[in-house]
């Protein structure tokens, strides 16, 4: 398993969300992710709240994410 496909902080393996979510709020060009805890932690906000951005976006039909 690559490092892209682990978390930069913590090492946990990655969902293809997660990588998503961090190429959508921090940098679509990125080459390192975050899990939803450490992106939480980076945003102040509590884990459900990037799990409602995931589903917003989702719902929006932004192509960086699976159905």
Same mark, same amino acid.
Request: aromatic share 8%.
């Given at each position: 398993?690559?490092?892209?496909? %682990? *978390? =930069?902080? *913590?090492? =946990?393996?990655?969902? /293809?969300?997660?990588? !998503? +979510?961090? #190429?959508?709020?921090? *940098? %679509?060009?990125? +080459?390192? @992710?975050?899990? +939803?805890?450490?992106? !939480? &932690?980076? @945003?102040? +906000?509590?884990?459900? &709240?990037? %799990?409602? =951005?995931? !589903?917003?976006? #989702?719902?929006?039909? *932004?192509?960086? @994410?699976? /159905?």
């Amino acid at each position: 398993m690559s490092d892209a496909t %682990r *978390c =930069r902080v *913590c090492g =946990r393996e990655l969902t /293809k969300d997660e990588i !998503a +979510v961090t #190429k959508k709020l921090i *940098c %679509r060009g990125a +080459v390192s @992710f975050l899990c +939803v805890s450490c992106l !939480a &932690e980076h @945003f102040q +906000v509590e884990p459900e &709240e990037i %799990r409602e =951005r995931i !589903a917003y976006f #989702k719902s929006m039909g *932004c192509t960086l @994410f699976e /159905k």
